[in-house]
């Protein structure tokens, strides 16, 4: 039976909420407070990893974490503040680095990463989209043993749960990146691991929605929910109210924001990552982390991105110059010919991703409102 259904959020997991849900058949609005055009979904890395098993919480994060309140350039900033959903997150988070979480998770996001690249396949075959998307795989570059071995054993626990993934020795490294000079010792190479330019699958989502009929509402801000009888009956934006069957809350960073009004606790902070673009050719062809500097590098389609940190400090649109000079820095640090300009520094992006306490994605229908599915 068709529904019309209000998607709270139009980011990537908005925008493909909305084309599963109206492929099935129903009524679909997509509310965002932007433009739909900026944001986590558009200066992200790129990748679609499987290579990724790892979650943010993990053994010793929360102790790096801490060491590096006082680098204002470390790879992972949490800014400590007294705010009550902060702590909770935080104590939460600290609870969840430990190896068994690990563990138990490691399928988890194994799974949903690939997924994702077999859902990306179908929906650019099904609807012949354009978007660049590319199965190169990535690099692990490593400049000490230390985070060599880490990362070796990483790939072993990839292997265990059937992932391509090996050690590759500088010989077999200069033979994968021929054009650019690399400064490591050593790197692992993830041959599982897709990549894409984010903007250009975004703007055929939209164009797609748009043309099926889905109403993309944009520069609206829902501001209330309205709940009776455990079912949402109303929301409330900035402009006016709407009604709906049913409701999805993929509202990123801010979904624990509006979860809140629901009478929800979603224990998720906003991530902030940035990213530099440049359209000089870099020779880079294969997308690779740098691993110590926590510097992810992508080659799009027409540019070479650098994107890095995560930055949890609020929700706030500030940009930090030191973190921005800091991959950079990497860039250079990694790949000596390889200098970014001035401009291609000022013309950084940020976004913000939601992080939960634990490292893994809310998904599902809420026990609390019949109607609502979570999706962030």
């Known amino acids: 039976m068709s529904k019309n259904v209000i998607v709270i959020g139009g980011g990537i997991i908005g925008l493909c909420s909305a084309y599963y849900l109206h492929k099935e058949g129903h009524q679909v609005t997509v509310i965002d407070q932007s433009n739909m055009d900026e944001g986590a979904s558009y200066v992200n890395a790129g990748y679609l990893s499987p290579s990724h098993i790892i979650p ?12 590096w309140m006082l680098n204002p350039s470390s790879p992972l900033y949490i800014k400590p503040r007294l705010d009550v959903d902060f702590l909770k ?34 929906i650019k075959k099904d609807e012949n989209f354009s978007f660049h998307y590319d199965k190169k795989g990535l690099l692990m570059l490593c400049q000490t043993e230390k985070t060599l071995e880490s990362e070796v054993k990483i790939a072993k626990m990839a292997n265990d749960v059937g992932l391509e993934a090996y050690e590759v020795t500088l ?16 790197a692992v190479y993830f041959k599982c691991d897709y990549h ?18 889905v109403q993309l509402l944009m520069n609206e801000k829902v501001k209330d929910l309205e709940v009776q009888n455990n079912n949402i009956t109303k929301i409330t934006t900035d402009k006016q ?25 979603l224990l998720l902070q906003a991530g902030k990552g940035y990213r530099i673009n440049t359209t000089r050719n870099t020779g880079i062809t294969i997308p690779a982390i740098l691993t110590e500097a926590k510097v992810a590098v992508t080659p799009m389609n027409g540019f070479t991105r650098f994107g890095g940190t ?15 000079e800091a991959i950079a820095n990497a860039a250079t640090k990694y790949y000596p010919d390889v200098k970014l300009t001035d401009d291609e520094k000022n013309n950084v992006a940020f976004g913000l991703r939601p992080v939960s306490y634990d490292g893994l994605p809310f998904i599902g229908k809420s026990e609390k409102c019949n109607n609502l599915t979570i999706a962030a």
């Open 89 to 122: 997150w935080a104590w939460a988070f600290n609870k969840s680095c430990n190896a068994k979480h690990v563990e138990r998770s490691i399928p988890v996001i194994k799974d949903i990463a690939v997924l994702s690249q077999e859902l990306y396949d179908a």
């Open 196 to 213: 894409t330019t984010p903007d250009e699958f975004m703007k055929e989502m939209k164009n797609f929605l748009k043309n099926a009929g």
């Open 310 to 324: 995560m930055e949890i400090a609020g929700i706030n649109r500030n940009i930090n110059k030191v973190r921005v």
């Open 56 to 67: 943010l919480s993990a053994p010793g994060v929360m102790k790096k974490g801490l060491k």
């Open 171 to 186: 010989q077999e490294l200069k033979q994968l990146e021929p054009n650019v000079s690399i400064n490591a010792i050593g």
């Open 241 to 265: 109210q709407y009604k709906a069957d049913e409701y999805v809350l993929a509202a990123g960073s801010w979904s624990s924001l509006l979860s809140k009004k629901l009478g929800i606790k």
